[in-house]
């Protein structure tokens, strides 16, 4: 595997389910960052990693819940989701300190029902 | 507060045409500028970047960017467009000084005819 993953790819839940969506870059970056893409909205960003280390939430609800147990690995833990959550969630990785750039995954398109 | 704007939700031109994508940028410091290209059910892919120095910039895919610092501008081009270009093009600004942030524009999203 090279670059960012994601899975799954696709996701229906009910909003009384609890799943988990993950993230796994082979860059050897030490930032990751989890977005959420919604029609017609720009991209939004959700959690910032640095160093295994949560930096920046940018005022996301408590049903989403990140963990990185590691610079490789991001996972985005959701419970009692609402179906205007639905959208497409992107992962990201970077090397800090560096010039910002960021890879991103395919995304994983999650549908709440 | 940073702000990215793309005036254009859609462009449609016709193959073998020219293209210019805009981006504007608000900033309160010196910007990293960034094109990034998604197709369909993918993620986004880098086109192109600028940090400092010429201010023209090529990317992948034939595509250019210019930095204007008097308009904040950085406006995407391409000479002639493929069929496969068809797309959503984002925009995204970042400084060092905000960290490893980066702020992305709305999106244009790219039909070409043939």
């Known amino acids: 595997e090279t670059g960012v993953t994601q899975t799954p790819r696709h996701l229906v839940m009910g909003m009384t389910n609890k799943k988990s969506l993950k993230c796994e870059q082979h860059l050897g970056h030490n930032a990751m960052y989890w977005y959420k893409q919604s029609a017609k909205k720009p991209l939004e960003l959700m959690f910032v990693y640095n160093f295994k280390e949560q930096t920046e939430n940018n005022s996301v609800p408590s049903r989403f819940s990140p963990e990185c147990p590691n610079s490789s690995h991001l996972f985005l833990h959701l419970h009692t989701l609402q179906p205007e959550d639905s959208a497409l969630y992107l992962c990201a990785s970077s090397q800090p300190g560096a010039d910002n750039e960021q890879f991103f995954g395919p995304g994983t398109r999650l549908t709440v029902l | 507060a940073q702000s990215v704007t793309q005036p254009d939700i859609h462009i449609t031109v016709s193959e073998g045409a020219s293209l210019e994508l805009r981006c504007n940028y608000s900033?309160?410091?010196?910007?990293?500028l960034f094109w990034y290209v998604q197709s369909p059910g993918q993620g986004l892919q880098l086109l192109l970047k600028?940090?400092?120095?010429?201010?023209l910039v090529q990317g992948i895919k034939g595509f250019e960017a210019e930095f204007k610092r008097s308009q904040s501008s950085f406006n995407l081009r391409k000479p002639s467009v493929h069929w496969s270009d068809a797309a959503e093009y984002f925009c995204?600004?970042?400084?060092?000084?905000?960290?490893?942030?980066?702020?992305f524009g709305a999106g244009t999203i790219l039909r070409v005819k043939s």
């Open positions: 995204a600004v970042g400084a060092r000084e905000y960290g490893n942030k980066l702020v």
């Open positions: 900033y309160g410091a010196t910007p990293y």
């Open positions: 600028y940090f400092s120095g010429d201010t």
